[in-house]
């Protein structure tokens, strides 16, 4: 078994310790932030301190396919969630009335997630992290640099370095810090090749507040979907634990008019407006509007020209890839990363490192390159629909394949066996590509769109838009 260093102590890093450490490795967990676990989901939603996570306080949401991977590999993780707060969520039971009656098979299960705030869910996975047998957590340790040989002309990777000047030796280094994760700096460093590199700004804004019931009732009732397109904005209604949730307003970072939705009132006034979500604020709210901006759609690859240009290290979850996190599903990448890395070495770590290297890519290029594609293709389109319809302009309509994936969001509704095939999607269970190759879905799914048009997302038009970011009431 080996000896390995799991560099970001986040819920991914945290998980894919605990992964391995089940499988006999013996796993170290390098951590910056130095502030230790609160001791419970209310003392770390009030007060833990994750410069290092930029989402921590954002809305979070933990998509189907993370409770499949919890179920599998870490059901003492699920049921302290579970224990903690966290909210039992089946989206099938949101299925409208439009698409049927309801007929309950036996594997709709899969649909059911666990999910709670970010805040809860890092506070959960630390302390059972901090109890698992061969896992060692480390908080506060800076570190700043990789410790390689050279293999064959490519750095291979025997360790890291800290800020304080200490060495720790590792057969195999995890890469979990993340989106603006430091590693390929670090090789450049060392004097090897950079990464195959993709990163550019994802485009979106968001604009997030709080809430929790006035009188210990339950969540809002969801009337559609999580995510909703309205016009040039989106809404994301996101239940979460100990009955509180969230409600995001999703902007184009370009467009300029909509940073008021940083103001409570601008806020409040846009949200009321939209009639599927304005009851999701009948509750008392816990924070303000909480923005973030800056994402990064990032995409790393370690084998550049057929040949890898590093050795020694993996990177996994946001730190190989990293996409617009309102799809929600990052941390099931994670999580899936993890069983992934698990996997592979299983194969034998003590192998030639190079044929490991390529072995591990080959992997993540079959298993998890798909997703970052998938998402990546629904962000664009989205961005450029909300800036067409900004200019004033009809949005071109996708063609072919392309033309699947909102003819299912339109077709769903309609469908009960299409509703499952948008859940599957939704949740991470199968990727567009899966469900659409399957025997006379795809003509079903433009079929049914084409029965029933789309009435469109309510809520204000572009001018009813501009007209509530000035403070003028709409009528």
Not at 302 to 312: I, L, N, R
Request: hydrophobic share 40%.
């Amino acid at each position: 078994m080996a000896v390995i260093v799991v560099l970001g102590g986040g819920v991914c890093g945290l998980a894919t310790a605990m992964v391995l450490a089940r499988d006999g490795h013996e796993v170290r967990v390098l951590e910056r932030d130095a502030g230790p676990v609160p001791d419970s989901p209310t003392d770390a939603w009030q007060g833990w301190h994750r410069p290092g996570v930029a989402q921590f306080g954002q809305a979070h949401y933990l998509q189907a396919r993370s409770t499949r991977v919890l179920d599998a590999e870490l059901p003492d993780v699920r049921d302290a969630l579970l224990a903690a707060g966290a909210l039992r969520y089946d989206l099938l039971d949101n299925a409208p009335p439009t698409a049927g009656v309801l007929d309950r098979r036996p594997n709709d299960d899969r649909f059911v997630s666990v999910t709670a705030r970010r805040s809860t869910l890092e506070q959960v996975v630390a302390r059972a992290a901090a109890e698992e047998p061969r896992v060692e957590v480390e908080r506060g340790v800076e570190v700043d640099g990789l410790v390689t040989r050279a293999l064959d002309g490519v750095p291979h990777v025997t360790g890291v370095h800290t800020s304080t000047g200490r060495q720790v030796d590792a057969d195999l280094v995890v890469d979990a810090t993340g989106r603006r994760s430091p590693v390929p700096a670090w090789l450049r460093a060392a004097g090897g090749r950079s990464p195959h590199e993709e990163a550019t700004d994802s485009g979106f804004s968001y604009y997030t507040r709080f809430f929790r019931s006035r009188d210990g009732g339950g969540l809002p009732p969801l009337r559609g979907a999580l995510h909703t397109a309205v016009g040039t904005f989106s809404v994301l209604t996101i239940p979460a634990d100990l009955g509180t949730w969230s409600v995001t307003l999703v902007a184009d970072s370009h467009d300029r008019p909509l940073k008021e939705l940083r103001h409570e009132e601008v806020w409040a006034a846009v949200l009321a407006a939209c009639p599927q979500q304005a009851h999701w604020t009948d509750g008392e709210p816990i924070t303000g509007v909480l923005p973030m901006s800056g994402v990064l759609d990032r995409y790393t690859r370690a084998v550049v020209d057929g040949a890898p240009v590093v050795t020694g290290l993996v990177s996994v979850s946001d730190a190989w890839a990293c996409t617009n996190p309102s799809l929600g599903r990052g941390v099931s990448m994670g999580f899936l990363h993890a069983t992934c890395l698990r996997d592979q070495l299983r194969e034998g770590v003590d192998d030639d490192p190079r044929t490991f290297a390529q072995r591990w890519d080959d992997g993540v290029e079959r298993t998890m390159t798909p997703w970052y594609q998938a998402t990546l293709a629904v962000d664009r389109a989205r961005l450029a629909e909300m800036r067409a319809l900004r200019d004033g302009q009809v949005p071109e309509p996708p063609q072919g394949r392309a033309a699947l994936g909102p003819a299912l969001r339109q077709a769903a509704p309609h469908d009960l066996e299409l509703f499952r095939a948008m859940l599957e999607i939704v949740g991470c269970l199968a990727l567009p590509a899966e469900v659409f190759s399957r025997p006379g879905l795809a003509e079903r799914v433009m079929r049914t769109a084409a029965e029933h048009p789309s009435p469109g997302a309510p809520g204000p038009d572009r001018g009813q838009l501009l007209a509530l970011l000035a403070g003028v009431p709409v009528r």
